[in-house]
């Protein structure tokens, strides 16, 4: 079993900046990618960006140069920095953790997901 956490999400003006936070706790993958997909009401959830075992990263358009994703020391910390915020990037967000990049955007269905954390932006 693998549990996911997050925490940071909150309410912030346009043009501000927070911080996504996501632990990962019990048997999961000897290597794995760490993401963040985020769904904003009546709409399906979205690829936002992953950061593989080796510290390769990848971005939705819509968030390259405004967000970087990185993990802590231990590996199992994954982190989010939002910065440039705006209202259209309100939504749930939710880490995930899988065994590959092609499996975390592709074979979501095979995810582990977290709880998933708000995030609001206002004009």
């Known amino acids: 079993q693998v549990q996911l956490v997050e925490s940071g999400g909150g309410l912030v003006q346009a043009g501000g900046s927070l911080r996504l936070s996501c632990v990962a706790s019990?048997?999961?993958?000897?290597?794995?990618?760490m993401g963040w997909f985020r769904q904003a009401p009546g709409k399906e959830r979205d690829f936002v960006a992953a950061?593989?075992?080796?510290?390769?990263?990848y971005y939705a358009d819509s968030v390259k140069g405004r967000f970087t994703i990185s993990r802590g020391n231990a590996k199992n910390t994954v982190y989010l920095l939002m910065n440039s915020l705006k209202p259209g990037d309100t939504a749930v967000y939710y880490c995930?953790?899988?065994?590959?990049?092609?499996?975390?955007?592709?074979?979501?269905?095979?995810?582990?997901w977290g709880q998933g954390t708000q995030v609001t932006v206002s004009s």
């Open positions: 019990g048997r999961y993958f000897s290597s794995y990618v």
């Open positions: 950061i593989t075992w080796s510290e390769s990263t």
């Open positions: 995930a953790l899988s065994q590959s990049y092609n499996s975390l955007v592709t074979t979501t269905a095979s995810n582990y």
